[in-house]
């Protein structure tokens, strides 16, 4: 909605669990070497101190729980043989934005 997009465009956009999900298999899927490069922590919990040490020293910090889970995610993906037709013989990452009657797309 415009209101939402106000919203977003003024005060960003906070990070949310399917967010970080999200980022987590397109990485692992796409581009897997900025994937392998990710810090990730062995935690229970994000509100635990080692997590929270963490994501201060390195800013950006998953967990192991949310790794595997996008490994998981990957690897059903990388299985399916629909899906690898999907994405075989494709560009990544082209910009597609543009301003259409003074809006961004």
């Known amino acids: ?27 692992s899927i796409l581009e897997p070497r900025k994937f392998e490069a990710l810090n990730f922590i ?21 967990t192991r729980t949310e790794k595997e889970n996008a490994e998981k995610i990957a690897d059903a993906f990388l299985k399916n043989e629909h899906a690898l037709k999907t994405i075989s013989n494709c560009a ?7 301003i259409i009657q003074g809006y961004p797309f």
Do not use: M
């Open 1 to 27: 909605s415009p209101k939402t997009y106000k919203y977003v465009t003024k005060y960003g956009n906070p990070e949310t669990q399917p967010l970080r999900d999200g980022r987590l298999v397109h990485l």
């Open 92 to 98: 990544f990452e082209i910009p597609s934005i543009d």
């Open 42 to 62: 062995d935690v229970a919990s994000k509100n635990s101190k080692a997590y929270k040490e963490a994501k201060e020293q390195c800013g950006e910090v998953y």
